[in-house]
């Protein structure tokens, strides 16, 4: 699981240089924002020794939506979830590029159940997904920001 390389993205636009669109087969939208996270609140996170912070200049937080509703998988089936998950990885992939020395950090929701999986399980989805479709010299990890587990995606 996790190899997305014969999923077809949706169709990308951007709508802003940390702001993207992209339209899913039901027609809803799902946005997906890259925050930055504020140099004084750097001091919370926390990486382990594999992740060399002093290499990145900016921390951006990976948010997505579907129809306005942060959720990462609103009442969808798996098939789409993946197309979704594809798309945000080309999205990422882009963004990475026009910003070579920031990282990417992905939390997960702190919601109910959603397509059969529990909390935890949508991260190992998540971590799977991410780290066999990384572009070239990024690595993935998992992250701590003030208590909250995540992944994050860094420069080597």
Do not use: C, W
Not at 60 to 75: D, E, P
């Amino acid at each position: 699981i996790g190899d997305l390389k014969n999923i077809v993205p949706f169709i990308i636009n951007k709508v802003k240089n940390d702001k993207y669109q992209f339209k899913i087969e039901k027609g809803d939208i799902v946005d997906v924002l890259f925050t930055l996270v504020p140099t004084n609140v750097h001091h919370l996170i926390d990486t382990p020794s594999i992740i060399d912070k002093e290499k990145i200049e900016s921390f951006y937080n990976l948010g997505y939506s579907i129809k306005g509703i942060s959720t990462q998988a609103k009442k969808t089936d798996v098939r789409e979830l993946l197309k979704i998950m594809s798309t945000i990885m080309e999205i990422v992939k882009e963004f990475i590029k026009r910003n070579p020395n920031s990282s990417i950090m992905i939390f997960e929701e702190n919601k109910k159940e959603e397509l059969g999986l529990i909390l935890g399980q949508k991260s190992l989805l998540y971590k799977s997904i991410i780290s066999q479709n990384l572009p070239s010299g990024y690595l993935s990890s998992p992250v701590e920001f003030n208590k909250q587990e995540g992944l994050i995606i860094a420069p080597k």
